[in-house]
């Protein structure tokens, strides 16, 4: 057994996403992006027909800001300052679907911030590619932290020993995010999660359901 373990996603949760992502979108592309009222599948629309993108499209769009524009991305309020003190006491690993093309990328990214990490890059629910994470590590005790609901019901599923922090770190839209209760605990600023995970990381391994978490995600 070895040190506690932090397990965070990047988008909305180290950096910023949406508000670069969707400047980009407006001065490049003629798009507009909004998700105070729609999903992500719908928030993406043409701006002179309101017509909702094509997902092949939407896509595309995703891989050409990765590929020129995450110099836009800067870091969440607080965020840095607390995972520097949280990593006096815990190892801190970043899980984030953001692909193998761009894996290198973000490894730098990051480490322009002070967030020199293991980076691990992974495309759909994180609940298994987490549990192998921590099967490796075999840490005394585990936290996930992201800003979606579908990956706490993965790791829900497939770690459930590990505690799940729902964070929803961009301003604008965590009002309109709802809770998700596979996750422990909603906290959309680092002072109190900071507080909230050095809690859980003196607590012990989450306590495990009687009843297996509902859901079929994998």
Known sequence: MTRPLIITDCDEVLLHMVVPLRAWLEETHAVDFDMRERGFAEALRHK???????????????????????????????????????????????????????????????????????????????????ARIVAERAPSVAVFIDDLAEHHESVARHAPDVWRLHMVGEPEITADVPNTPHAHARIDNWVAAEAWITDRLAQGPAPIPLIPTDGALS
Not at 72 to 87: F, K, Y
Not at 102 to 117: K, S, T, W
């Open 48 to 130: 002179d027909s309101g017509l909702v993108l094509e997902r092949e499209h939407v896509w595309e769009l995703l891989i050409a800001f990765f590929d020129t524009e995450m110099h836009r991305q800067s870091p969440i309020a607080g965020a840095v300052e607390a995972l520097g003190r949280l990593a006096q006491v815990a190892d801190i690993e970043v899980l984030t679907n953001i692909g193998e093309r761009h894996h290198v990328q973000r490894i730098a990214q990051l480490a322009a911030y002070g967030l020199d990490m293991p980076v691990h890059w992974n495309n759909g629910p994180k609940g298994r590619p987490l």
